[in-house]
């Protein structure tokens, strides 16, 4: 079964700096990706996805998304954050064939005012 | 509104009950999914349906069982069996390989 790992569980930053999230999978086949956020008290929203085509993936609120093959990677960045980013980030992946939605465990994103 | 409607929210059991956690969802999507979260062990997948009357254990099925009668509905029964059953329980639905949507969720607690 495929995994997927995310480092840095707990991610603390001052407004207007830039986040990167690094999310790696394990399985070697074709793959759809996914960012989801929980933003506090909230459901899980996609931030954005990778299907096919560009390998540089922009979704809502200045997040964007880069699908390195070699790597095993889909790493996600937003170049200036504000306060209301402050939120849990999970980086999922989808396999053909497999209709199971694989997880990593997470980012905790703290933005300081 | 068009979405995922999981209930209840918030819901309390006693040690040796079963529970039933509701997942209802108009989107027409023929996938269905309970996952469990819990701190810092992001989502663990319980149970996912890819069609009526057929499901698939996923990766921490024990202590819990499902049904899929219905396109639109996906129960979840946290059964006696589950050691540890405090948490959050998340339904989601898709259009099989697409993107997944969740509802609300529902937080059970064991008293």
């Known amino acids: 079964a495929q995994s997927v790992s995310q480092h840095n569980h707990h991610v603390i930053l001052s407004e207007a700096a830039s986040l990167e999230l690094g999310c790696n999978y394990s399985?070697?086949?074709?793959?759809?990706l996914f960012w989801y956020v929980q933003y506090p008290g909230q459901h899980l929203q996609l931030l954005l996805k990778y299907f096919s085509g560009d390998p540089l993936v922009k979704g809502i609120k200045g997040f964007e998304a880069e699908f390195i093959k070699s790597k095993f990677s889909f790493n996600l960045r937003k170049p200036s954050v504000q306060w209301s980013d402050t939120a849990e980030y999970f980086c999922?992946?989808?396999?053909?064939?497999?209709?199971?939605?694989?997880f990593g465990k997470g980012n905790q994103v703290v933005v300081i005012p | 509104d068009g979405g995922i409607t999981q209930s209840p929210k918030y819901l309390f059991r006693k040690e040796g009950q079963n529970v039933t956690l509701s997942c209802e969802q108009n989107?027409?999507?023929?996938?269905m999914y309970w996952y469990r979260q819990d701190p810092g062990q992001g989502l663990r997948l319980i149970y996912y349906s890819q069609i009526v009357n057929d499901f698939q254990k996923g990766d921490i099925a024990e202590g819990y069982s499902v049904s899929r009668e219905k396109k639109e509905s996906f129960p979840l029964t946290v059964t006696s069996a589950q050691k540890n059953p405090t948490a959050f329980y998340l339904c989601?639905?898709?259009?099989?390989?697409?993107?997944?949507?969740f509802g609300e969720g529902s937080w059970l607690t064991v008293v």
């Open positions: 999922a992946v989808i396999t053909y064939g497999n209709n199971r939605l694989a």
């Open positions: 989107l027409n999507h023929d996938a």
């Open positions: 989601a639905s898709s259009m099989v390989g697409n993107t997944i949507y």
């Open positions: 399985y070697g086949g074709t793959v759809n």
